[in-house]
């Protein structure tokens, strides 16, 4: 292994850089990824008692698609960890770190404490503890991993599956919210570079720590013991990595999935070694040499050190160093295995790079290579695959949390609001999008509250439109066709057609469940460089919700759907918690409003056109709700005296959802007119 540079490597350096920007590395776009998930993070913290938390390749946008990363996400469990008996807890579940000379470095003893008396308690019996060799009362860490049905398991993991084919890795812990007394030395000790800085340490320690259910592999107390893991501060320290830092870092994941993993497995070398190599790397190095011109020999200087690290077998823990992260993991010609992969890669003077399958990058860096520096293009649709995981989980718990506000607006609007007050930057964007929400179904539920009355209160009509008005602007549609419904409940026509009008105008919106769409959207985040807050304003359009409290804001079509429990929905069981809502896929709830507005105002061709649209989308497009759809097309037949027409389109709503569907309802009265029909010509 020769320590020379060649002279090549610049050049080399920039065209490799200006390639891995191609693919969704650059700052912009790595700073939009990671906000993203901190906003998907907050809304779990209004949903969710038990605090969930991301971290990972995902989490710290250090991943692209051909390196397939999981995401990992980690539970909080309901006991506080305390290293001192004066951090105790009142009325709490508390536990106390006992460490002792057995201990493993980087791991540790958990005690159960009383919960009304700072003390840990010594003799405690059941499944979820046991006896340590000291005869003290110790936490097991086996019946704390969660291990639930239906889901594969690696270590403490639950493994279950976004979409086809992406892992999400739930881990359960115990939140320490002190820094842990192990990595005491790691606060005061020697840094010639000033990296972290002395502010980064001081954020780091406020972090704490959390203690994993798992035990060392050599250990005779594994099941009793459980891992330190500074999850918080190692994501703090990849948030600061410059740009060239973290590129590095990514391309060594994809080196080590194309040329250690063939030969060694995933096992013996994983990321997490490779993220601690660059930590050790950047600490004793100087800031001036992470430049985009020194890329390459900065990937080939941690390679280095990782060929040292395994010819000692040992792999020093970023704050924790006397643990071994390599123990149990260089057995066998493992090392020899290594060494020689990384000799040969070495050896080769930056030639590997252009056999880097991952994300095609040896095929576009021989490409760069053949022009010049300014002709490198921008790969909008590698970027926009980039962004696709990211967005689709923001989506996906923003739609569910849309549908918890309005079942439990009671306990959700509190939470929302003390966030809203605390937060800023993208946590306060997403709090923003969510009481807009709110107040836009408050609103309706307290103009269907005054409009029961016999003299409904104007007062309260008038403050209900500001609220549906001001939440109208959530996303692309539901807020707005909410408002097009209320107008149209008080008799408003025009009103309610200009909005609908404007809806159809502005028809731009995609919805992202459908796969074809994603493109579309996602190539508007990279172009107009779009926040989650205006990407949801411009382009997401989500289910349009109601609750029977909101049955006098509710078109007389939709009113059944109220008193049908979706507790068997096969379309939506993932929700079945939420019973009673009536949900409308967006486009097809524009269609139908545009037909009973024109309806009502006696405009034929205007309600024949929303009529075929109706049913063109029931034919040609993905619908989610499709039986509900179903059924207000049926309404509509039936508003035009097609009484077969009708009876066919809900006998096929019956065949998508058999049970706890409003068509059974729509049946008997058609039932019921076509028997008058009868009884009449007799």
Known sequence: MTSIIPQYYKEVSLRLNGVLDTIGLREDIRWKRINMWIQFEEVGYILYPLSCHYFGSQAEAATTPGLESDIDKVTCLGIIAVQDLKNWVPNHDCALVVNDENTPPGYTKLQPMYCDLPLPVFNVSGDFFKLDIYGRSVICNDDYRLKLQDCAH????????????????????????????????????????????????????????????????????????WRISISYGEK??????????????????????????????????????????????????????????????????????????????????????????????????????????LSTLLGQEGRYLVRISCDNIGEKLVMACQTSLTELEFQGEDVAQVLLISTKMLFFLLRYSLKFAIRDDWMFAPRLLNRLFFCQGPRQEINIILWKFLCSYIGSKLASSSLYDETPNQHALDIAKELVLWGSSTDVTSGKLKLAAFYLIQDNLDISEDVLKEIYINNSYKILDQNEAYQHTLQAIVSENLSATQLISQYIAFAVYYHPSEINCTPKAQIPEMFNSTGSNKVDSHENNLPNLVSVDPKYYLYFLEFLCYNRQNKSLHKLVALHNMICAIRYEIL?????????????????????????????????LKEHNAAKWQIATIINAAFNVLRGGQ
């Not at 890329?295 to 000692?312: A, H, K, T």
Request: proline content about 6%; aromatic content about 10%; charged content about 15%.
């Open 624 to 656: 989610e709700f499709k039986y509900t759809d179903l059924n207000l097309l049926a309404y509509c037949l039936l508003q035009e005296g097609s009484l077969l027409s009708a009876y066919n389109i809900l006998c096929k709503s019956m065949k998508l």
């Open 236 to 341: 703090i320290l990849m948030w600061l990595l410059n740009s060239t830092q973290y590129k590095c870092y990514v391309l060594l994941k994809m080196i080590k999935k194309c040329f250690i993993k063939p030969v060694v497995g995933d096992d013996a070398l994983n990321s997490y070694h490779l993220k601690t190599c660059m930590f050790y790397i950047i600490e004793n190095t100087p800031a001036a040499i992470w430049q985009p011109d020194n890329l390459l020999p900065c990937v080939e200087m941690c390679l280095r050190l990782m060929y040292i690290w395994i010819e000692s077998k040992s792999c020093p823990n970023y704050f924790i160093p006397e643990e071994n992260m390599f123990q149990c993991k260089m057995y066998g010609s493992i090392p020899e295995q290594l060494l020689s992969v």
């Open 154 to 225: 690696h270590g403490p993991a639950n493994i279950n599956y976004l979409g086809t084919n992406q892992a999400v890795d739930d881990v359960p812990a115990v939140r320490l919210y002190t820094w842990p007394d192990q990595a005491s030395d790691w606060l005061t000790r020697n840094r010639r570079h000033n990296w972290p800085s002395q502010e980064t340490i001081g954020l780091i320690q406020q972090t704490g720590a959390l203690l994993v259910p798992v035990g060392h592999k050599l250990s005779q107390e594994q099941h009793l013991e």
